[in-house]
C-alpha cells in the first residue's frame, strides 16, 4: 500500500509539474531579475558549509551579508535536510520572505526546476569548489570531494586554494572558461 500511494502521489506532481507553464522570476549574479518559463532557469548559487549547516544563496548580496555577519536578515531552515543529516539554511531576500515560493536556489534543491547556465561556488573545509554543472555539485556535497578537478593553490581571494570541479565529459581540458568566470566574479 505504500509504495502504491508513493506511486499515485508521483504521477500526480508529475501531471501538475507537465502542465505547469507559470512565469518564474530568477535572479542573476547582478540585481538584475529575468523571467523565465517554470522548469529552466539562469542560477548563481553560494554555499557554504559552516558548522555543521549547510548554507544556501542565489543572491550574492546576501552571500556577503553572510560571510561578513555571520547571518542573514531572513532564511529558510530545514533540519536534518541535508545528505548527512546537516541543517540546510537557504538565506533569502526581503522580497523572499514575502513570495514563500518560486525561490530559485530552493527550487533547484528541490528538484523542480534545472538550470540552462550554471554557476556555483562551495566553500567547504578553507576551499573554494567552483562548478557549472549542478549535479557534480551534488556529487561533491554528497561524497565530500570530487572526481576529477584543476586546482589553483592560493587562487582565492583571500590566498584560498580553488578547486575548479570538471567531469568525466571535460576532465583532459583546462577549465579556462570557468576560470574566467571565477576570478570575473571575484576581483
Known sequence: M????????????????AGCAVPVET?????????QPLGRADLTIYEVHH??????????SVFNEFMSLGETSFRLTRIGAGPHGETMVFGLTKKDKK??????????????????????????HGRIY??????DMQTVRDFGHPNFMFTEIGGGPKG???VFVLNKSNKKKKPDALIGDFKRRNS
Open 2 to 17: 505504500r509504495h502504491i500511494t508513493g506511486f499515485v502521489f508521483v504521477l500526480l506532481w508529475a501531471g501538475v509539474m
Open 27 to 35: 535572479h542573476a549574479e547582478s540585481t538584475k531579475t529575468v523571467k
Open 51 to 60: 558548522d555543521g549547516r549547510i548554507h544556501v544563496f542565489y543572491d550574492k
Open 99 to 124: 513570495m514563500k515560493k518560486d525561490i530559485p536556489a530552493i527550487d533547484l534543491y528541490d528538484g523542480k526546476i534545472k538550470a540552462d547556465y550554471f554557476y556555483a561556488e562551495m566553500h567547504k
Open 130 to 135: 567552483v562548478f557549472n554543472s549542478f549535479e
Open 160 to 162: 584560498e586554494t580553488v
